[in-house]
């Protein structure tokens, strides 16, 4: 998909967020504090990324999964911006920006998906 026309379809954020790797403020986007039922999609591919079955509450201000859906569908990339060492997820399937991943998650995996409710599109019902 051209440039033009991902501008066209996201808004700025979600267009900032998944294109030019930004971050939402905490607490300001749509799903931080979901709870319900559903799966998490990448705004621009609509490729199922999370369920709500590994959401949890990181109490960070960000949408935080323990575990991605299919690992095979987000690639983790070092991130060495901002002068810190961080590991960023990615949408395997088109590349968008989806957040970070950190080693302080809950168990059983112990990671943390930090997300950006701005690269996700949330849809209710069967979390599968
Ligand atoms: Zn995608």
Not at 26 to 38: E, L, M, R, V
Not at 75 to 88: A, C, F, K, P
Not at 99 to 119: E, L
Request: charged fraction near 25%.
């Amino acid at each position: 998909m051209s440039e033009q026309a991902l501008r066209e379809r996201l808004t700025p954020e979600q267009f900032a967020v998944t294109q030019q790797s930004g971050t939402e403020p905490a607490f300001s986007g749509a799903y931080w504090d979901t709870k319900d039922a559903g799966t998490y999609r990448c705004i621009v591919c609509e490729t199922p990324l999370f369920t709500s079955e590994t959401k949890y509450d990181s109490g960070s201000g960000w949408p935080s999964f323990w575990e991605a859906l299919d690992a095979e569908k987000v690639t983790l990339i070092e991130d060495r911006s901002h002068g810190m060492r961080r590991v960023e997820a990615q949408c395997a399937t088109c590349g968008a920006h989806l957040g970070h991943v950190f080693n302080d998650g809950p168990r059983p995996t112990g990671q943390r998906f930090c997300m950006n409710s701005a690269s996700l599109d949330f849809v209710p019902g069967s979390s599968r």
